[in-house]
């Protein structure tokens, strides 16, 4: 909303108010009415148009709140009001046809969205913080599940990592625009709750679609939390001579902190790339087999991880 004020005492405030947000008041009034028994058909041409993406987000919501009452039809070429829910209440007008979608593949052509060859197929993607967590889920994920396995194999799940919890909003608005439907899988840190909460505020995420490595006694936990040492432990000391059987490696600390401190106390260096180098060795490490790779007391946020991944397959 733009104002003009006129700069002398007792002027006149004049309210200039876009297309967009015009449109927005009115379906809110317009949800305020109760109708009864009347059966009203509400037509919207375009809401999209002149609104900021954030009000567009709003409108949506204000729209599928008056769909619970009313019936609701609307024109747009925005991703945004694409129901994703029951992919056959969108209708793609073309050549003087007008045909129910059927595949999402359908929208993203006719929207002109561009998807890279890896994602042509993906409907459902599973966004993880780093390249060593893609890794060591791709192996485990299938193996746990029938559903995930045939989905992963199909291309139509894909798990891509986002490089650090702080680049979490940009990925999700990425998806979102995709018409992709996403679970998020986050340590449960400091990083990555206050990613998390960031995600939420903005209207990214929620509870249902947010998975954190939570693992018994500890206050902050990664994925490597969640697995067992004999896992990996013989890589780690083949690779960079650091053995993780001291006192050091034991207690409820995250587990990079504790590796850490193994490297330290003997002697190596210790930064983010020898992080990164050292959890990619532990995925690299792990079998497919989560029976002998998971904590059977700490493997919880995996399982749970599996669930929510079945449920968003159905």
């Not at 809110?28 to 037509?43: E, P, R």
Request: charged share 25%.
């Amino acid at each position: 909303m733009d104002s003009n004020t006129a700069g002398c005492r007792g002027a006149t405030h004049k309210y200039i108010v876009g297309d967009g947000i015009k449109s927005l008041a009115a379906l809110a009034m317009l949800s305020l009415f109760d109708q009864g028994d009347k059966v009203s058909v509400i037509a919207i041409e375009e809401p999209e148009s002149h609104l900021h993406p954030e009000s567009a987000r709003q409108l949506y919501e204000t729209i599928l709140s008056l769909s619970e009452n009313h019936q609701v039809v609307l024109t747009t070429h925005s991703p945004l009001f694409v129901n994703r829910t029951n992919l056959r209440e969108n209708i793609i007008v073309s050549s003087g046809k007008a045909t129910p979608v059927k595949k999402i593949k359908e929208i993203r052509d006719a929207l002109g969205t561009k998807v890279s060859d890896n994602l042509i197929n993906a409907e459902k993607v599973l966004i993880v913080e780093g390249e060593d967590d893609k890794i060591a889920l791709e192996k485990l994920l299938p193996v746990m599940s029938d559903a995930i396995k045939k989905a992963v194999q199909n291309g139509t799940l894909i798990i891509d990592y986002i490089g650090g919890a702080g680049n979490l909003s940009y990925k999700l608005s990425l998806y979102r625009n995709l018409q992709c439907t996403y679970h998020v899988f986050l340590d449960n840190d400091d990083s990555g709750r206050q990613a998390g909460q960031v995600a939420e505020e903005q209207g990214l995420l929620n509870i249902k679609n947010v998975t954190y490595t939570l693992c018994n006694g500890s206050p902050n936990a990664e994925l490597e939390d969640c697995l067992e040492t004999a896992a990996y432990k013989e890589a780690i000391y083949n690779e960079f001579g650091v053995r993780l059987d001291g006192r050091e490696y034991r207690g409820n600390a995250k587990w990079s902190d504790r590796v850490a401190n193994c490297f330290r106390t003997q002697g190596k260096q210790w930064n983010d790339t020898i992080e990164k180098r050292v959890k990619l060795c532990v995925a690299s490490a792990l079998i497919p087999d989560p029976n002998v790779v998971l904590n059977q007391h700490k493997r919880s946020a995996v399982d749970a991880l599996v669930d929510a991944l079945n449920q968003i397959l159905l």
